[in-house]
T-cell receptor
């Protein structure tokens, strides 16, 4: 079974500062994908960043980057230069290579303070 | 359409009532998923379609839940004899083809059973 754990229910950060959201996962799979999704109050899940487990290089998307530690099964999200629009729930998610099904964590509510 | 569309956005049902939730995926998307998101939790997988074929329904919580996608496009999630524990946001997602990891989510239907 796959499990995804987000141990920070709530976090806050000052505008323009940097924040890191934590995620750990458990799986026996060797090939898989990891994701961070953002869910604003509109409820629509929006893809923030994606990482293939076979790639050692950490994914980056503009202000968003990940620290992927495969041996430790850790996948943290760093948001640089935080903006008010970053305020949302953030979900870490896992997907097996063979199936198109997400396993989500319980989420971290991020508030960016002006 | 431009994105995944779900209707209604909100539904209040009396306990015991049957409900039907609709999902219009992105045109041409082969894969379609339903997730259930309880308050304060991450989405949990319900069922998966590839075109009109329901390939995985392992996440459906009881036989009161039924999903269909008869023509391989629009999907309906039906819940019979609703119970209070069915109260949740129901999210639909679609992706272009099998094995493609990028899924596009709708804004969900918030079901409240009173």
């Amino acid at each position: 079974a796959q499990t995804v754990t987000q141990s920070q229910p709530e976090m806050s950060v000052q505008e323009a500062e940097t924040v890191t959201l934590s995620c750990t996962y458990d799986t026996s799979e060797s090939n898989y994908y990891l994701f961070w999704y953002k869910q604003p109050p509109s409820r629509q899940m929006i893809l923030v960043i994606r990482q293939e487990a076979y790639k050692q290089q950490n994914a980056t998307e503009n202000r968003f980057s990940v620290n992927f530690q495969k041996a430790a099964k850790s996948f943290s999200l760093k948001i640089s230069d935080s903006q008010l629009g970053d305020t949302a729930m953030y979900f870490c998610a896992f997907m097996k290579q063979t199936r198109n099904q997400f396993y989500f964590g319980t989420g971290t509510s991020l508030t960016v303070i002006p | 359409g431009a994105g995944v569309s779900q209707s209604p956005r909100y539904k209040v049902a009396k306990r015991g009532q049957d409900v039907a939730l609709r999902c219009d995926p992105i045109s041409g998307h082969v894969s379609l998923f339903w997730y259930q998101q309880a308050l304060g939790q991450g989405p949990e997988f319900l069922t998966y379609f590839q075109n009109e074929a329901q390939l995985d329904k392992s996440g459906l919580p009881s036989d009161r839940f039924f999903a269909e996608r008869p023509e391989g496009s629009v999907s309906t999630l039906k819940i019979q004899r609703t119970q209070q524990e069915d109260s949740a946001v129901y999210l639909c997602a679609s992706s272009l083809t099998i094995g493609v990891t990028e899924a596009f989510f709708g804004q969900g239907t918030r079901l409240t059973v009173v």
